[in-house]
């Protein structure tokens, strides 16, 4: 019997663990910079605040230059900037209330004080630099912040909203709410009795006219000078075919929170958006909202299709509209037939082709959910009572048999307009390769399993399903991860879910479960078998082929990761990079698996970068390996340098000796014999110190 001790919590379960962070160069941040909202000159600079980012102009050497996470930032979700020229610095004021210090040399200051700092009201109303200071408005008081000194010098609570502040004459002015109130600097104040109301002022506060004007002359500047990037900062769907990245900018959550209509494709490093402007005219701009899923035709690559959470399926061809499904012209149907706007409201989710090529969806709050637009045109809709008006169906999976596995995220309580309460759980649908004969069909909904163990689990949300190069189902929820290993077992009476124990491994012989209690979102499966894990508010964990390893557990503190909160997961298996969406944006991590080569071939093994030039930091990568390829690094004099098994289809180098030492300047060989030993491939490396 396996002595277990369940936690409800990550702390001790990951106590023993080691948390490798990963270097920012192997980061990239996919940031909008389409909308410019602000611009400030710093000497030949103009510093352009766009979408919460930033970038920069140099108005002699016409260069475009981006800041983030991965190089000089601190965070991400830029509120506001101001440029002190007493000072030569920048200041970045964060929606969290982080401000950093960015010096025209690139050295960046951190000042994570207001942030951290326990304050009634953090909305942030203004940031103003005066000289060599920068003052922050509050809701409930103000920030001063010493640029010159790089010192955050106090809050001031004011017991009110400070809409904008100034300093004059060795004292400051906050326009609040109950008045302008004034503050002798030679007093204490952070003593709220040393502040006077003033019954009237002559101060200036805000912007003025002159400094307004001289704005909008640089964001004129600054317009057609846009670094090529995503149109807006949303990505909730990612879906990835080869090198092309698709993109659904959407969301499906309650309350209702809209988005823009918004669909990307990134291939060869350029984003292109699809267009909108038909959309909107066809069903108005609150009508194109939210879009859920993308999916692209398998037999046409400039084909796609989109599905929204409010009016139906579009369909584009060249990123340009054709055609659009709705309650008026095909099955789906709309939660309020009755309304004016009742297009508004047909609700259509997981977007997937099955493997003989037709596409599936699911029209939420309706009494047939899965409908089937085949490929001959046709249509074909497959009705279940016992998920009838259900809420939430999100995620469509096929897998090797080409059986469905289809999620309904969230328990619900009864609707007002359907009467009926949403139950999470998983419908799974088996056709047997007939989606016309409905009568040799086989399904089951899964709300209530048991584990290995015999425990019983209702979860409250079901957030996703995938299949590993096994054959193995994973399952991930609000409980943690699940699976099993026989999947074709889930329609019998007895099926149970196995929940992964991971041994402790300090003598005790107890084992916890893996991510247990931890809200699981999205599961991907590399190259090397390894899951990539996204989670509700953890961050990303990579975890081994059989999980019983974590890998890496990258967060917001620790990474460059933008957000915590993680919406889905893509990997290129060509490159290893791995597309992180997350509900502040997109960005990707440089992966050490790629998809495994069916050969073994000198011809197709690719190491990069080669050479390997001095300022390099990095590790090489060599990928077309077949799975599990034993490498061998020797020098030109053939003396084994190190040694080792790729992960999937690639392998990567640290250049240094098994002994941490690193390797001289030379000529080195990449030795590869595929898990047998039987094929082999050579791959020359040269290293340049």
Same mark, same amino acid.
């Given at each position: 019997?396996?002595?277990?001790?369940?936690?409800?919590?990550?702390?001790?379960?990951?106590?023993?663990?080691?948390?490798?962070?990963?270097?920012?160069?192997?980061?990239?941040?996919?940031?909008?910079?389409?909308?410019?909202?602000k611009?400030?000159?710093?000497?030949?600079?103009?510093?352009?605040?766009?979408s919460?980012?930033?970038?920069?102009?140099?108005?002699?050497?016409?260069?475009?230059?981006?800041?983030?996470?991965?190089?000089?930032l601190?965070?991400?979700?830029?509120?506001?900037?101001?440029?002190?020229?007493?000072?030569?610095?920048?200041?970045i004021?964060?929606?969290?209330?982080?401000?950093?210090?960015?010096?025209?040399?690139?050295?960046?200051?951190?000042?994570?004080?207001?942030?951290?700092?326990?304050?009634?009201?953090?909305?942030?109303?203004?940031?103003?630099?005066?000289?060599?200071?920068?003052?922050?408005?509050?809701?409930?008081?103000?920030?001063?912040?010493?640029?010159?000194?790089?010192?955050?010098?106090?809050?001031?609570?004011l017991?009110?909203?400070?809409?904008?502040?100034t $300093?004059?004459?060795?004292?400051?002015?906050?326009?609040?709410?109950?008045?302008?109130?004034?503050?002798?600097?030679?007093?204490?104040?952070?003593d709220?009795?040393?502040?006077?109301?003033?019954?009237?002022?002559?101060?200036?506060?805000?912007?003025?006219?002159?400094?307004?004007?001289?704005?909008?002359?640089?964001?004129?500047?600054?317009?057609?000078?846009?670094?090529?990037?995503?149109?807006?900062?949303?990505?909730?769907?990612?879906?990835?075919?080869?090198?092309?990245?698709?993109?659904?900018?959407?969301?499906?959550y309650?309350?209702?929170?809209e988005?823009?209509?918004?669909?990307m494709?990134?291939?060869?490093?350029?984003?292109?958006?699809?267009?909108?402007?038909?959309?909107?005219?066809?069903?108005?701009?609150?009508?194109?909202?939210?879009?859920?899923?993308i999916?692209?035709?398998?037999?046409?690559?400039?084909?796609?299709?989109?599905g929204?959470?409010?009016?139906?399926?579009?369909?584009f061809?060249?990123?340009?509209?054709?055609?659009?499904?709705?309650?008026?012209?095909?099955?789906?149907?709309?939660?309020?037939?009755?309304?004016s706007?009742?297009?508004?409201?047909?609700?259509?989710?997981?977007?997937?082709?099955?493997?003989?090529?037709?596409?599936w969806?699911?029209n939420?709050q309706?009494?047939?959910?899965?409908?089937?637009?085949?490929?001959?045109?046709?249509?074909?809709?497959?009705?279940?009572?016992?998920?009838?008006?259900?809420?939430?169906?999100?995620?469509?999976?096929?897998d090797?048999?080409?059986?469905?596995?289809?999620?309904?995220?969230?328990?619900?309580?009864?609707?007002?307009?359907?009467?009926?309460?949403?139950?999470?759980?998983?419908?799974?649908?088996?056709?047997?390769?007939?989606?016309?004969?409905?009568?040799?069909?086989?399904?089951?909904?899964?709300?209530?399993?048991?584990?290995q163990?015999?425990?019983?689990?209702?979860?409250?949300?079901?957030?996703?399903?995938?299949?590993?190069?096994?054959?193995?189902?994973?399952?991930?929820?609000?409980?943690?991860?699940?699976?099993?290993?026989?999947?074709?077992? /889930?329609?019998?009476t007895?099926f149970?879910?196995?929940?992964?124990?991971?041994?402790?491994?300090?003598?005790?012989?107890?084992?916890?479960?893996?991510l247990?209690?931890?809200?699981?979102?999205?599961?991907?499966i590399?190259?090397?078998?390894?899951?990539?894990?996204?989670?509700?508010?953890?961050?990303?964990?990579?975890?081994?082929?059989?999980?019983?390893?974590?890998?890496?557990?990258f967060?917001?503190?620790?990474?460059?990761?933008?957000?915590?909160e993680?919406?889905?997961?893509?990997?290129?298996?060509?490159t290893?990079? /791995?597309?992180?969406?997350?509900?502040?944006?997109?960005?990707?991590?440089?992966?050490?698996?790629?998809?495994?080569a069916?050969?073994?071939?000198?011809?197709?093994?690719?190491?990069?970068?080669?050479?390997?030039?001095?300022?390099?930091?990095?590790?090489?990568?060599?990928?077309?390996?077949?799975?599990?390829?034993?490498?061998? $690094? /020797?020098?030109?004099?053939?003396?084994?340098?190190?040694?080792?098994?790729? /992960?999937?289809?690639?392998?990567?180098?640290?250049?240094?000796?098994?002994?941490?030492?690193?390797?001289?300047?030379?000529?080195?060989?990449?030795l590869?014999?595929?898990?047998?030993?039987k094929?082999?491939?050579?791959?020359?490396?040269?290293?340049?110190?």
């Amino acid at each position: 019997m396996i002595r277990l001790l369940k936690i409800a919590g990550l702390a001790c379960f990951f106590l023993s663990l080691t948390c490798f962070h990963a270097k920012a160069n192997e980061w990239k941040i996919y940031a909008s910079y389409h909308n410019a909202t602000k611009a400030v000159k710093a000497d030949t600079r103009i510093f352009v605040l766009a979408s919460g980012n930033l970038y920069s102009y140099d108005t002699e050497d016409e260069t475009v230059e981006t800041y983030d996470k991965t190089n000089y930032l601190s965070d991400f979700g830029i509120h506001d900037i101001a440029y002190s020229s007493y000072s030569k610095t920048l200041v970045i004021l964060y929606e969290n209330g982080n401000i950093d210090l960015l010096g025209m040399d690139g050295e960046t200051w951190n000042m994570p004080d207001m942030k951290n700092k326990a304050i009634d009201d953090k909305t942030l109303n203004e940031l103003k630099v005066v000289d060599g200071e920068a003052l922050i408005s509050l809701g409930s008081g103000l920030v001063l912040i010493d640029i010159n000194k790089k010192y955050y010098v106090d809050y001031y609570a004011l017991g009110s909203k400070v809409s904008n502040a100034t $300093i004059q004459g060795g004292k400051i002015y906050a326009n609040t709410a109950s008045g302008v109130m004034e503050g002798d600097r030679t007093l204490n104040l952070l003593d709220l009795s040393n502040w006077k109301t003033l019954s009237s002022s002559t101060i200036a506060f805000g912007q003025t006219a002159e400094e307004k004007a001289a704005e909008e002359a640089l964001l004129e500047q600054v317009a057609n000078i846009v670094p090529d990037s995503p149109i807006r900062n949303y990505s909730y769907k990612l879906n990835l075919l080869g090198n092309r990245l698709l993109v659904a900018g959407g969301n499906f959550y309650y309350p209702e929170v809209e988005y823009p209509g918004t669909a990307m494709k990134y291939e060869g490093g350029k984003w292109t958006a699809f267009d909108e402007e038909e959309a909107i005219a066809l069903v108005e701009e609150r009508g194109y909202r939210n879009v859920t899923d993308i999916v692209q035709d398998p037999n046409d690559s400039e084909h796609h299709w989109l599905g929204t959470k409010r009016s139906g399926i579009y369909e584009f061809k060249d990123y340009k509209l054709v055609n659009h499904y709705d309650h008026t012209n095909s099955p789906l149907s709309t939660i309020l037939p009755e309304s004016s706007h009742a297009g508004w409201y047909v609700r259509v989710t997981g977007l997937q082709y099955d493997p003989e090529g037709n596409l599936w969806m699911l029209n939420n709050q309706r009494d047939t959910i899965v409908h089937i637009l085949k490929k001959d045109g046709s249509w074909q809709s497959y009705h279940y009572d016992e998920v009838a008006f259900f809420e939430t169906f999100d995620n469509t999976v096929f897998d090797t048999r080409g059986w469905a596995w289809i999620n309904s995220r969230r328990t619900a309580n009864r609707n007002s307009v359907t009467g009926v309460a949403s139950q999470s759980g998983l419908l799974i649908i088996n056709t047997n390769g007939t989606i016309d004969k409905t009568s040799d069909d086989t399904h089951r909904f899964i709300s209530t399993f048991y584990n290995q163990n015999g425990e019983s689990y209702t979860p409250d949300l079901y957030y996703c399903v995938a299949e590993d190069l096994n054959g193995t189902i994973w399952m991930g929820c609000t409980k943690g991860v699940f699976t099993t290993s026989s999947p074709e077992t /889930v329609f019998d009476t007895n099926f149970t879910f196995t929940q992964p124990i991971v041994p402790r491994n300090d003598g005790s012989g107890l084992g916890d479960y893996l991510l247990s209690d931890v809200p699981v979102k999205c599961i991907t499966i590399d190259g090397g078998n390894r899951k990539w894990v996204g989670t509700l508010k953890n961050g990303v964990y990579l975890l081994s082929a059989d999980g019983m390893e974590t890998l890496q557990h990258f967060t917001a503190a620790n990474s460059p990761l933008i957000s915590d909160e993680i919406n889905s997961i893509a990997i290129n298996g060509e490159t290893g990079e /791995v597309f992180i969406a997350t509900t502040e944006g997109l960005c990707s991590f440089q992966g050490d698996a790629t998809d495994p080569a069916t050969t073994m071939k000198s011809s197709h093994l690719k190491v990069y970068p080669n050479p390997v030039r001095p300022e390099y930091q990095g590790n090489v990568h060599i990928t077309g390996l077949m799975y599990n390829s034993n490498v061998k $690094i /020797v020098s030109a004099a053939g003396k084994l340098v190190t040694e080792g098994t790729s /992960v999937g289809g690639e392998y990567s180098w640290n250049c240094c000796y098994k002994t941490g030492r690193h390797v001289a300047s030379g000529i080195y060989y990449a030795l590869c014999t595929d898990e047998e030993g039987k094929k082999g491939a050579v791959a020359k490396i040269l290293i340049i110190k």
